[in-house]
């Protein structure tokens, strides 16, 4: 018994040792720089990427640069009251993490905005993944302390099927004690420590990735459309299948609310855009095929996919009309062509720099 006792205590001695030794280490050099911390959003900041790329939709060399606020595009000019100043929020098809600076969109619009508004001033503030809560959390972390005029928000396609989110809608509401006491004590302490702890952090922030993995999601891939590769999906499930997904429509409402009245009590104009798609409807112009019928996974094809999107982006219209704020439709406005994506959702070269021209075209009429 005795020297069992010494084990153990040897044992908790070791790896306390450890992970003293390993928080020393991460907080000296992390190599694994996560953009979450707990429930905190930590940017990378003066950050470059370069990355070698075989794929025609992009360049043969990609540079992905981070300022010193996080964001991509030009630092904030010394005489920023004097500009325009737009931040745009969103997943990582506002990101653009494989697109160059100069066709990533944001940047984009932004040089076509100074053609008739010189001091027009555009950062991108897109993080891959990112759902609507993570919007809200964003524009508190870090978005809001910059004062933008305007902030441009393209979401909903990481809102479908997030059961999850309702936990974040209930904290937003009910405020974070009441969630708190929701989540379990060892949960709450678990996430508290992971605010103040590199080790903490990294093991919560695997414990994450490592669920996400099991989750249906669309990972980054470049899609070779084939007229051939359909899917046919009968009415009465493409319909269950909706029936469904309606039942969180109310929670997102919710969120694009808050995001709206957070916007205005700090005097920001939020202008909202809807998620496009490849897929969908109609036949695609390169390939020839029909957008509706192709199949995008073992149980999803074009259509069901549009139109699960669409009962996100209906819902973005419907508060944007009620509440008289202005909306740049992109999911009608930009045509269903595969040169504009590399896979049903994400945009090419040439797709990037289309949106682009769509939103500082769309803005003009708005913008001061």
Known sequence: MKKIWKSTLYITYLLIFIAAALEILLRIYNPIPFRIKGDKIILPINQSYQFTNQYACFDS????????????????PKDASQYTKIITVGGSTTECFFISEDKAWPQVMQSELRKKMPKSWVNNAGLNGHSSFGHLLLLKDVVLKYKPNYIYFLMGVNDMDRQDLNQFDNRMVLGKSVQMENNGWLKNAFLTLSNHSEVA??????????????????????????????????????????????????????????????????????????????????????????????????????????????????????????????????????????????????FTNIGSVRVGQILAESSTRFLN
């Open 61 to 76: 060399l990609i540079i992905h640069k981070k300022n010193s606020m996080g964001f991509r595009g030009e630092e904030l």
């Open 201 to 346: 952090n990294l093991i919560y922030n695997i414990s994450k990735s490592l669920k996400a993995r099991n989750q249906k999601i669309f990972v980054d891939k470049i899609v070779q459309l084939n007229p051939k590769d359909t899917l046919i999906i009968p009415e009465a499930t493409i319909q269950a299948t909706l029936t469904k997904q309606k039942a969180l429509l109310p929670a997102y409402r919710n969120r694009i609310v808050q995001l709206v009245t957070l916007c205005k009590s700090h005097g920001i104009k939020p202008v909202f855009i809807t998620q496009p798609l490849l897929v969908g409807e109609g036949l695609d112009p390169a390939t020839g095929t029909d957008l509706a019928k192709v199949k995008i996974s073992v149980d999803m094809n074009g259509r069901l996919y549009w139109n699960k999107l669409e009962l996100y982006n209906e819902v973005m219209r419907d508060v944007c009309q009620k509440e008289h704020l202005e909306l740049i439709d992109l999911a009608k406005i930009l045509p269903k062509d595969s040169r504009y994506f590399y896979d049903p959702m994400h």
